[in-house]
T-cell receptor, first 107, second 113 residues
């Protein structure tokens, strides 16, 4: 069955430090992978998708099919990056979300 | 555009009561989804729809019903509320351009006591 795992429930880093939020997936086909973010008191919104290979707000994510991973990275964390981050797998008409990682960037 | 709207924002139900969570979108999206988010957990798909008149079950459909009479609206019905249905409910929609991006509503926080 399709599954998305995010091993860290909470990740705390200091401002200016690098951050990496881990995501692994299980899917036998060609995956469509996404990172969604939910800032405090706001709705879920798309941060980036693997197919566009873009950098949004300094974040990047590379799909590694060999390791079935899609880790989210940023070289210098900012306080405004504090939020819940969800990795998601799209297939057919369906979506599977990971349990989320709460990122806390400390001053 | 208002995007995806949900009503109500909050609701407290007694066990056995019924209610309908409303969801509407004004982006002419064919695909619509209902998720629930339990504390500390990810989103779980309840039901989805690929167009007006077509609905299908997701991962956790038991205790819920949906209908899709128009492209814009996708209400979620709870017939006999149970404490296990205490959760935050999110509605989402997306287009059919091959882009999987989903647009989410603000959520409805439901407590069943």
């Amino acid at each position: 069955a399709q599954r998305v795992t995010q091993p860290e429930k909470l990740l705390s880093v200091f401002k200016g430090a690098p951050v990496e939020l881990k995501c692994n997936y299980s899917y036998s086909g060609s995956p469509e992978l996404f990172w969604y973010v939910q800032y405090s008191r706001q709705r879920l919104q798309l941060l980036l998708r693997h197919i566009s290979r873009e950098s949004i707000k300094g974040f990047t994510a590379d799909l590694n099919k060999g390791e079935t991973s899609f880790h989210l990275k940023k070289p210098f964390a900012q306080e405004e990056d504090s939020a819940m981050y969800y990795c998601a797998l799209g297939y057919g008409q369906n979506f599977v979300f990971g349990p989320g990682t709460r990122l806390s960037v400390l001053p | 555009n208002a995007g995806v709207t949900q009503t109500p924002k909050f609701r407290i139900l007694k066990i056995g009561q019924s209610m309908t969570l409303q969801c509407a979108q004004d982006m002419n999206h064919n695909y619509m989804y209902w998720y629930r988010q339990d504390p500390g957990m990810g989103l779980k798909l309840i039901y989805y729809s690929v167009g007006a008149g077509i609905t299908d079950k997701g991962e956790v459909p038991n205790g819920y019903n949906v209908s899709r009479s128009t492209t814009e609206d996708f209400p979620l019905r709870l017939e006999l509320a149970a404490p296990s249905q205490t959760s935050v409910y999110f509605c989402a929609s997306r287009g059919t351009s091959g882009n999987y991006e989903q647009y989410f509503g603000p959520g409805t926080r439901l407590t069943v006591t």
